[in-house]
């Protein structure tokens, strides 16, 4: 079987989750892609050498031939295509986050459940052996009764024109694009829904959070997360886990590929490690594949993709930045 892909938008982060993924692949194609901006479509299809390009969405999701469609446009974007996409009979891999909000990500999993379709989301961390790692540390008990969670994800995003994360239309703020990722390892970790405890946002544009804080709850065991798309801040990307008997900290969860750490202190042994790997996002695209083929399950979307949304609105709420659907 091989799994045709349509593309929405010619977007920057196309090439690198699906288009170069898929390049070495025998059972994988990307036959189409759809842009509002028809020439910034043809230039993209020329450049990636896909065959089709199409000027509208609908008109790619329509297409016959495709069994998997990538949606890489902004969180406005995702509830009306996707459910556009699933209706029509594709699967559908999209970008986080899932949605603008809990109620949208509902609405998202219902149709994905009538149309027997998969709608995962591309937490592509997820699916390196790194994570793996991580889970398989913390449910062997050696660290002991969890004590404490810590996750964080620092990356400058200048405020400049066209730049969606500044924009509240289109599902932009630091929480949004940055915070989501260590919300989501934090409740990977920890096996449960977080209660929000209290939020703190450093406001940009009016909704847009540039910084958010958070401290949470999983079951009495508290959490922290942290992100910040501030002009230059520094990048950082890191998740902790204490116990009563030790503590495991990782360094670059995100991206191993690029580099990581995973540093283990058990009874005041310290052991540090790396863990191997293709790039995130080809693993991510091995469990898609598999999925779509029935020879496994992709465990990011669903319940898992409402629980991230859920969370996320609580913070919201929490922090008081007005965000649309709240």
């Known amino acids: 079987m091989v799994v ?14 699906i288009i170069a993924p898929a390049v070495n692949r025998t059972d994988v194609s990307i036959v189409a892609v759809a842009a509002r901006d028809v020439e910034r479509g043809k230039e993209f299809a020329e450049q990636h050498g896909i065959t089709r390009a199409y000027s509208s969405y609908s008109e790619l999701i329509s297409d016959p031939e495709i069994d998997l469609i990538y949606n890489g446009l902004p969180p406005s974007s995702h ?18 986050p899932f949605a603008l909000n809990a109620q949208e990500a509902r609405a998202m999993a219902a ?10 989301e591309g937490f592509h961390y997820f699916y390196h052996p790194l994570f793996a790692r991580v889970q398989d540390i913390v449910c062997s008990g050696i660290l002991g009764p969890l004590k404490s969670l810590w996750g964080v994800f620092d990356v400058a995003v200048p405020d400049v024109a066209g730049n969606i994360r500044h924009d509240l239309s289109l599902g932009g703020g630091a929480l949004m694009d940055l915070g989501c990722y260590p919300l989501h390892m934090l409740r990977q970790i920890a096996g449960c829904e977080p209660e929000v405890i209290e939020a703190k946002a450093k406001e940009g ?6 910084s958010m804080e958070a401290r949470l709850s999983f079951d009495g065991v508290p959490g922290t997360i942290s992100c910040d798309m501030s ?27 690029l580099g990581h750490l995973l540093t283990l202190e058990v009874d005041g042994v310290k052991t540090e ?8 996002f080809e693993h991510q695209l091995d469990v898609v594949v598999a999925a779509i083929s ?10 898992d993709a409402i629980g991230n949304m859920v969370a996320i609105d609580a913070i919201y709420r929490a922090s008081g930045l007005a965000r649309p659907g709240l």
């Open 4 to 17: 045709r892909v349509g593309i929405l938008g010619a977007s920057q982060i196309a090439p690198v989750a």
């Open 273 to 280: 490690e790396t863990i191997e790997g293709k790039t995130t």
């Open 231 to 257: 002009e230059g801040v520094d990048v950082r990307a890191a998740i902790e886990v204490v116990g009563e008997k030790g503590r495991l900290h990782v360094n670059n969860p995100l991206h191993p590929y």
């Open 79 to 96: 509830v009306e295509l996707c459910i556009e996409a699933l209706a029509a009979g594709r699967h559908v891999l999209c970008e986080k």
């Open 111 to 120: 149709a994905a459940d009538q149309a027997k379709r998969l709608c995962i």
């Open 294 to 303: 029935g020879e496994g399950a992709a465990h990011t979307g669903g319940t």
């Open 205 to 210: 544009r009016v909704g847009i959070d540039l």
